[in-house]
């Protein structure tokens, strides 16, 4: 009964169809997909089909031939039958690879018969494009990403930069948004394009100059410069700075046998014509470049310069270094000549409160840091004692006394000859003509001679010229009297104020040195009989003593 029932159900076709044929059509499919190519058959009456087989046409030796697909080279169940024994002979291939592209044909076989079938389905094997709209953009612009898949059968398409998804296929493109873009097909993301860039022109970005920042004088170090940038930053692109200042173009600059002027702030500038809001040099941050040393230029300030005993002296010893000295030390060598130093106090002020003898010597002071030391020249510290002083300044104070009373000496004389000539003038206005005082000597005049020392001005000659009338006889004596008081007077005011100023020995020589002047005075000629008679009783000596100084 069973085998009566298969036998209606084959046959039933046959009777329905009654002829052979496969109708199948083409196909597109996307690479890495699976597809069925869909196909029917049919066969006459009385036709029992055994088996069905599917061949690809495959051009070999220059000709086309079909090969069985359980014949060629290809994955497990690449190629899978998915038809029936009677009307269905759909073929189905998965992960579609450029290689199955081609020609396919079904073939059957029945128990009266077998078919080779002579159309063909054929299968094109397609790619997702993906098309990035500009390539090239400036940061800013804007940016569109279009995926072709190639075949007519729609399908939802994804994207994604550098394997990450992109929301949205429109967009403005910043510096971050470069990167490789493809597209695939939404659930089947094996299933995608091959990869596009998308390249995002910007200026220059993360900026940096790169050294050593601490550095030993003497040493050498390296500046470079670097950025992020679209292009690249070219070598002449590259500027640096010192404190401002140009200093060179270029990516790198090495600093040789670096000195402590090379100390400063440091930067460079980046420029690949690109501008950022419009700037186009971007600076990079500042670097401090510090040269370190031990001290050196060390010296040593004494105030006061010059030291007397007893008085106090400091000694500051200054250095320049870096870091900055830390301490420091003094040394003397002393004056009597030993070689060895000895430490004498640490600071960097040495204070001596009181100078004594053995204070005397060469000092120098040592600075340190914690690169290394160094010595100061020597400094030398000498002393004067006290009396020297003093007798120092009474040699000054005695010559300037000397001085003093030589002044004082001049200006008295000349006073004493102003007072004579003025007394002499009197009597020639009162009745005495031009001509007799011209011609001959004033009656009853008073000649002084007065010697003076070497040190002294010269010689003065003073004239006392008395009245010539009848007062003058009676006038006489007492005038001549007055002058040998008044000298007499100023002699002793004198000599009692510069005798205690001189010591015995100058005392003596002044009082042996006391030159006597006589002073002679004339008769007038016109005198009667009784003044010429009692000529000799009137005559006077005055006698005048000058003090000759030490």
Known sequence: MESLILIVLVVIPGVLSGNWRVTYKDHCALKGTSVIIKCEYDYPLGHIVTSVSWSKALFVSGKWRQYYLSGLSSPPDHFKYVGNYWSDCSLKISDVQDTDEGAYFFNFVTTLDRWRSKTSAH???KKLTAVVQPSTVTEGDKVSLTCLPGCPTPVNIVWFRDG???PNPVFQARREDAGRYYCAVLGQEAVRSASVALSVEYAPKKVTLSMSPSVMKGSSVTLTCSSDANPP??????RMYKDGHFLNSGQKR?????QPSHSGLYYCQAWNNISWRGVYLINSTEVHLDVRYRPENISISMDPLYVVEGSSVNLTCSSSANPPADSYSWYRAPASGLSSMLHVGSGQVLSLPSVEASHTGLYLCQARNKLGENNST????????????????????GIGIFVLLTLVLALLLLWMKRRVLEEKKLPALSGRGSSSLASEDPPNSVYANIN???SSPPPVIAALDFS????????????????????STQHNQILNKVTPLLSPQARTSYEDEVT???VTIKPSRSTSNSRSKGRDSDNSVIYASVVKSS
């Open 378 to 397: 020597e400094v030398l510290i000498t002393m004067k004692e006290k009396q020297h002083g003093i007798r120092s300044l009474a040699v000054v104070a």
């Open 468 to 487: 010539p009338h009848s007062q003058r006889k009676s006038h006489h004596g007492h005038n001549v009297n007055m002058v040998h008081k008044h000298i």
């Open 164 to 166: 990450q998804r992109v």
């Open 254 to 258: 090495t600093l040789s046998d670096v």
């Open 452 to 454: 003076l020392l070497p």
């Open 233 to 238: 930053v070219a070598q002449s692109g590259y």
């Open 123 to 125: 299968l094109s094997v």
């Open 516 to 518: 006597y002047t006589n």
